[in-house]
C-alpha cells in the first residue's frame, strides 16, 4: 500500500510547489536522477530523505503515507488514477533526463 501511494504524493507535492525535479534535487542536496527514482517508485526514500521532503513541501509524513486524504479524495481513487499519474511521470521522467544530457 504504502509503497502505491508514497511516489504519487511526492510527485503530487513536488506539483504543487510549483517546483521541477532539477530545482528540488538542487535546494535538497540529491541527484535529480535520484529524485526521478523516488517519484517513478524505482527506489524507495529512506526515513530521512521522507522527513526533508516532507518538511521542504510542507506536508506531513501522514499524508505521503496515505494515511490522511485530501478533502474529497478517497484512497481507492487514486489508485484508480495511479497509472495515468506513473505515465505521466515517466513523460516527465524522460524530459528532465534529457534536459539533463543537453
Known amino acids: 500500500m504504502y509503497k502505491e501511494i508514497i511516489p504519487i504524493r511526492l510527485k503530487e507535492a513536488r506539483k504543487r510547489s510549483g517546483l ?6 538542487k ?4 541527484k535529480q536522477g535520484t529524485l526521478t ?7 524507495t526514500p529512506s526515513a530521512e530523505v521522507l522527513g526533508k ?4 513541501y510542507g506536508v506531513s509524513l501522514d499524508w505521503i503515507f496515505g494515511l490522511v486524504q485530501p478533502q ?3 484512497y481507492q481513487k ?7 499519474i506513473l505515465k505521466d511521470m515517466e513523460r516527465e521522467a524522460k524530459r528532465e533526463s534529457r534536459k539533463v544530457a543537453i
Open 20 to 25: 521541477t525535479q532539477t530545482e528540488v534535487a
Open 27 to 30: 535546494l535538497l542536496g540529491l
Open 37 to 43: 527514482n523516488y517519484e517513478t517508485a524505482k527506489i
Open 53 to 56: 521532503l516532507a518538511e521542504f
Open 72 to 74: 474529497g479524495t478517497s
Open 78 to 84: 487514486e489508485l484508480q488514477n495511479r497509472d495515468s
